[in-house]
């Protein structure tokens, strides 16, 4: 095994012979562009606009179990970007060829590469939580209020984040941090080293994420068309209709579906691309990073993540476009005056 310096990535040996669909020049390239200049500009966009989103949700509180899970979303979208932010910062050429005793750009694989998959895959299944339970909601509302409390609401994104921490144990079995001599640069660096039984644990591992991450997608798949279909029927039936129903509370409840249903299908156009990989990543083996491909891989990844990121960055338009309460609060927080 030996360290690319140029590209910054960890490649077996004897695979460097084998035939690449993305050259070294290339990815040099994508690396400075988009990895180095879009990374941290829509994550440095992004924090701003979720912190806002988190201080927004804790002053409303958390009596509904939507905001709760808008919370944990929002949560899961701030480490999402962080991790990006420090992608980025790895991958410029000012931080990267510095003077600082490690190899960035490898090393951002274990520090945040995988910390951005952790929740990014999170905030897939807590979506995938908020888009079934707002289906139950409109079949039988009087019990889900009762059985789901923002209490066990919380509980049950607690276990989400547990769950998918635990999935992604294995990778940071298999590759570990340690120093490295580049003649290069004529000193020892730290840099990333997998061990060898890897093959095994990143089969195993991509299996295991692929099946949550593609269970979750679907089920938002799902659930937003039921949303969909509902909203419709909802509305001929209101327009066919005689009879004298609760407008405010009708109101609310059209209005908190509409949002889930916008956040779900952002979350579907953006992250398509991230389906289709992880498939990828589990039929292709050598389709990962240390492997044969792992330009392609790169390549691919630098767009998957700028998309990703622009979904966890762009939730707030959605809360501030449905969400009356969202805006009164957004308002008395940030002091805002609106125009009548």
């Given at each position: ?8 990535v ?9 035939h ?13 562009v ?15 606009t979720?912190?806002?989103?988190l ?16 919370f944990?979303?929002t ?12 992608m980025?910062i790895c991958?410029?050429p ?15 694989y ?11 895959r ?5 979506t ?9 909601c ?14 066990r ?16 144990v ?19 660096l ?7 039984n ?5 089969i ?5 994420n692929a099946l949550?991450?593609?269970?979750s ?45 916008f956040i ?5 156009v ?15 083996p050598?389709f990962?990073?240390g492997?044969s ?12 993540h ?13 809360y ?6 969202f ?6 927080t940030?002091r ?5």
């Amino acid at each position: 095994m030996y360290v690319n310096t140029t590209n910054a990535v960890v490649l077996v040996q004897g695979t460097a012979a084998s035939h690449k669909y993305i050259s070294d020049e290339l990815l040099a390239v994508v690396s400075v562009v988009i990895k180095s200049a879009l990374y941290d500009g829509i994550s440095g966009f992004g924090v701003v606009t979720n912190a806002i989103c988190l201080k927004v949700f804790w002053t409303m509180g958390f009596k509904d179990t939507i905001n709760v899970s808008f919370f944990a979303i929002t949560i899961a979208d701030m480490g999402c970007l962080l991790s990006l932010l420090w992608m980025g910062i790895c991958y410029n050429p000012l931080f990267a060829d510095s003077d600082i005793p490690m190899d960035s750009r490898s090393v951002q694989y274990l520090t945040g590469g995988w910390p951005k998959f952790y929740f990014t895959r999170v905030s897939g299944m807590i979506t995938a939580y908020v888009t079934f339970e707002r289906c139950l909601c409109t079949a039988i509302p009087l019990k889900v209020k009762v059985v789901l409390t923002p209490e066990r609401v919380a509980t049950i994104h607690v276990l989400l984040y547990v769950i998918i921490a635990l999935s992604i144990v294995p990778i940071y079995v298999s590759t570990r941090l340690s120093w490295r001599w580049y003649p290069s640069r004529n000193a020892s660096l730290v840099s990333l080293e997998f061990i060898s039984n890897k093959e095994t644990i990143n089969i195993i591992t991509n299996s295991l994420n692929a099946l949550l991450y593609n269970v979750s997608f679907v089920l938002v798949v799902v659930c937003t068309a039921i949303l969909i279909l509902k909203l419709n029927a909802s509305r001929r039936w209101k327009e066919h209709s005689t009879r004298k129903v609760d407008s405010q509370e009708s109101s609310k409840e059209s209005r908190a579906t509409r949002r889930v249903m916008f956040i779900a299908i952002l979350y579907i156009v953006c992250n398509l691309p991230g389906s289709l990989v992880s498939l990828a990543m589990t039929a292709f083996p050598e389709f990962n990073a240390g492997e044969s491909q792992q330009n392609l891989f790169f390549f691919v990844a630098a767009f998957m993540h700028c998309v990703e990121a622009i979904n966890a960055s762009s939730n707030i338009f959605i809360y501030l476009k449905t969400g009356s309460k969202f805006v009164k609060v957004f308002m008395q927080t940030f002091r805002c005056r609106s125009k009548k």
